[in-house]
C-alpha cells in the first residue's frame, strides 16, 4: 500500500509540474505565422498599416507540448475531442484538458486513499474526477449549441429580410455577423469569412454543418443548396424553413411539459440510493463502511452501481423523445 501511495504521488507531482509548464507557454504556433505576416506586410508600399485577421488560420495542434501532440496525433479520439472544444467555445487544447483531467484524477484518489485508505472508493473518485472536465465541456457545447439553436430562426428571418431588400446572400451573412449575438454571430462570421476568403459558399455552408451538428441546421444547409442548384424564390424558402423550425420549437416545449413527470421520477430514482447509503453512513458508520470492507459488499456495490447506470440510461431514453 505505501509503494502504490509512493507511487501515486509521484505521478501526482509530474503531472502538475507537466501542466504549470503548460500554462506558462512557449512560443504559440499562431504567433510564429503572425510574425512572418507581419514581415511580409511590413514590406509591401502600405508600410504594416493593414490590420492582419488571424482568425481563419486554423490550429491543428492538439497540444501546445510537441511529444503530446504526437502522442495525441495517433490516437482518434483526440480528433473528436479537438471537435468537442471547439463546439463548447472554449480555446484550450486537447493535450490541456488531458493533463488537467489526470492531475484532477490522480489528485483527488491520492487524497481519498490518504483519508479512508480504502482503494476502491479512492479509484471511483479518482475516476469521477478524471472524467470531470470533459463533462464540463459536454455541458457548455450542449448549451451553446442550444442557444444557437433558439437564435437559429432569427437569422434566417434576417437573411430572408435581406433578400427581399434586394441585398445579396452574402450580404445578409455579414448582416447575421453583425446584428445578432453569439453563438450564432460567430459561426457565421466564419462562414462569411471563408467565402470572401476564396471559399466557395458552399464548402463554407458545409463546414457550418461540421462545426454546429444540429438537424436544423443541416435543414438550413440543404435548403440553400438545392436553391441554389434549382432555383427558386430564396425568401419564401427561408420564410418556410423559419415556420418549420418555430414549430418545432413550440412541439417540442409541448413535449417537455408532458414529460417533466417522468424526467423528475427518474432523478428522485437516482438519488435515492445514493442518498440513503449516505444518511446510513453518518447514522451508524460502521454497519454501511461493510459494504467498502467486506469482499461480498464491494461486489454488490459494484453491481449496484453498474444497475443504477443501466436505469439511468432506460429512464433516460424514456423520457427523451426527439421532435
Not at 44 to 70: Q, V
Not at 270 to 293: D, K, Q, T
Request: aromatic content about 6%; charged content about 20%; proline content about 4%.
Amino acid at each position: 500500500m505505501q509503494l502504490l501511495f509512493a507511487a501515486l504521488t509521484f505521478f501526482m507531482v509530474a503531472l502538475a509540474l507537466l501542466f504549470v509548464f503548460v500554462l506558462a507557454g512557449g512560443t504559440k504556433p499562431g504567433s510564429i505565422i503572425r510574425g512572418r505576416l507581419e514581415a511580409i506586410d511590413k514590406s509591401t508600399p502600405y508600410g504594416g498599416k493593414i490590420k492582419l485577421d488571424m482568425g481563419l488560420i486554423r490550429d491543428e495542434l492538439l497540444s501546445g507540448i510537441p511529444a503530446l501532440n504526437r502522442m495525441l496525433q495517433r490516437w482518434s479520439w483526440s480528433g473528436r475531442l479537438h471537435n468537442l472544444i471547439a463546439q463548447a467555445g472554449l480555446k484550450v487544447r486537447p493535450g490541456k484538458l488531458v493533463l488537467l483531467s489526470m492531475v484532477l484524477g490522480v489528485l483527488t484518489a491520492e487524497i481519498v486513499q490518504a483519508l479512508y485508505g480504502n482503494l476502491l472508493l479512492s479509484g471511483a473518485t479518482g475516476a469521477l474526477a478524471l472524467l470531470s472536465p470533459l463533462g464540463v465541456v459536454l455541458f457548455l457545447r450542449t448549451r451553446r449549441l442550444r442557444a444557437f439553436e433558439r437564435e437559429l430562426p432569427q437569422v434566417i428571418e434576417l437573411l430572408s429580410r435581406s433578400v427581399r431588400a434586394g441585398h445579396s446572400f452574402t450580404s445578409g451573412l455579414e448582416m447575421v455577423a453583425t446584428d445578432l449575438p453569439e453563438p450564432a454571430a460567430g459561426e457565421f462570421r466564419v462562414v462569411f469569412d471563408e467565402q470572401r476568403f476564396g471559399l466557395p459558399v458552399r464548402d463554407a455552408l458545409m463546414n457550418l454543418c461540421t462545426r454546429v451538428p444540429l438537424l436544423d441546421v443541416r435543414l438550413f444547409v440543404t435548403a440553400l443548396l438545392v436553391q441554389k442548384e434549382t432555383g427558386g424564390n430564396l425568401a419564401e424558402i427561408l420564410d418556410n424553413l423559419s415556420h418549420v423550425i418555430r414549430e418545432r420549437f413550440r412541439i417540442l416545449g409541448e413535449v417537455r411539459v408532458r414529460t417533466a413527470q417522468g424526467r423528475l421520477t427518474a432523478v428522485i430514482l437516482m438519488i435515492i440510493p445514493v442518498a440513503m447509503l449516505g444518511l446510513l453512513h453518518a447514522v451508524n458508520p460502521e454497519y454501511a463502511n461493510l459494504l467498502f470492507v467486506d469482499r461480498l459488499g464491494k461486489y454488490m456495490l459494484a453491481a449496484a452501481a453498474t444497475l443504477q447506470v443501466i436505469g439511468a440510461a432506460v429512464l433516460w431514453k424514456i423520457v427523451k423523445i426527439k421532435v
